[in-house]
């Protein structure tokens, strides 16, 4: 493997044997670059309680160093730190190498007057080179490409992090009834502008599974897309570059509704489509040209259950509410699914379980 596969798949032979190969002879150096990204130290947030890093030390007798401290540490093993503290470290890396003190209040006021402002402090001026911050944003980023975390790549904004797995019990194992374990993401986004940092750590999942990339990068994700939701600066206009041709499997096919809202839609977003004449009430979009775009009739009977997949839920309660059902909903997006079949009888109340993704 190369470094690169090492860092995406998270090797921890790859990465323990890099370890061995450079500092095996000098361990020292090892942990003084761990000093040198200041991962020793508290971050200082003024809240009570922090704990400092511990970090082994080959010179101090009391660390209990041994011959394999080196490649327990290069994995995450043998030093202890809060995900505070590691979160500063990354932002540190997504901030081009200068690491910000963390702090909680920006200002106080008093019936709106500022009483006291709190501005951010430099820890760190750089903890690395402009070249291997590049590197290490890239090595980053591979992680959510194509390494262990692909699972949240979003195709509207990059995403740069590791994910990390832990066994909690591993110098207990044989005594303890079973392996406990605590899964982490950690990372920034825009991966190439980064606005965001966010740690996520879980302890002792009990369902989804219990690695990194299975339990806490998809919760770093829907937090990702909240936060890049609500901030409209990180959004691209559309109309900001030249116009790209979709490709087939991106085409808004078998999206269904109302007949001129699917007009005014693909009229403003200066799609060209082909349309049957004489178009009623209810509309659906189909590829039945190939590459282009086809509205067809959506027959939507009176008095049994129409199909309402493909529709928005605003249509689809609608349209079954009227033909009185009781309609619950299950998931966010479009109907894909509905639990009364298309041309049961309508009436007398039935519950219509939509699916939505």
Not at 34 to 61: C, M, Q, S, W, Y
Not at 154 to 176: C, D, M, P, W
Not at 306 to 316: F, R
Request: charged residues 25%; hydrophobic residues 40%; contains cysteine.
């Amino acid at each position: 493997m190369t470094i690169r596969e090492v860092f995406a798949r998270s090797s921890n032979v790859g990465t323990a044997t890099l370890a061995q190969q450079f500092f095996k002879t000098n361990p020292s150096a090892f942990v003084q670059h761990i000093r040198d990204f200041g991962l020793d130290l508290p971050t200082g947030i003024e809240v009570g309680g922090e704990e400092a890093p511990i970090v082994k030390n080959p010179k101090d007798p009391k660390s209990e160093w041994s011959g394999t401290s080196l490649p327990w540490m290069s994995i995450g093993y043998e030093l202890l730190m809060t995900p505070l503290q590691l979160l500063t470290f990354y932002n540190a890396v997504a901030n081009d190498g200068r690491m910000m003190k963390p702090y909680i209040v920006q200002r106080t006021e008093r019936y709106g007057e500022i009483v006291k402002e709190f501005r951010p402090t430099v820890v760190q001026r750089s903890i690395a080179s402009k070249s291997t911050l590049t590197r290490a944003k890239d090595l980053l980023q591979t992680v959510v490409t194509k390494g262990t975390a692909r699972n949240i790549e979003s195709a509207n904004y990059t995403i740069a992090g590791k994910t990390g797995t832990a066994q909690l019990n591993y110098h207990k194992f044989r005594a303890s009834k079973g392996i406990r374990h605590q899964a982490g993401f950690c990372g920034f986004f825009p991966a190439e502008n980064p606005v965001y940092s966010c740690i996520v750590v879980i302890s002792e999942p009990e369902r989804g599974g219990y690695h990194g990339a299975e339990v806490a990068a998809p919760v770093f994700r829907a937090i990702a897309d909240k936060c890049f939701a609500m901030k409209a600066e990180l959004h691209v206009p559309v109309n900001a570059k030249p116009k790209e041709k979709l490709a087939t499997a991106r085409l808004p096919t078998y999206d269904a509704g109302a007949t001129e809202d699917i007009r005014s839609s693909l009229k403003w977003l200066d799609i060209d489509y082909f349309r049957e004449n004489d178009l009623p009430e209810w509309a659906v979009i189909t590829a039945e040209r190939g590459d282009s775009l086809l509205v067809q009739h959506r027959t939507v009977p009176d008095k049994t259950i129409p199909s309402v997949i493909g529709m928005g839920l605003k249509d689809a309660i609608y349209l079954l509410e009227n033909r009185g059902c009781r309609v619950k909903v299950q998931g966010v997006g479009k109907v894909r699914r509905q639990s009364l079949a298309p041309g049961t009888k309508a009436g007398g109340g039935q519950v219509c379980v939509l699916f939505l993704e």
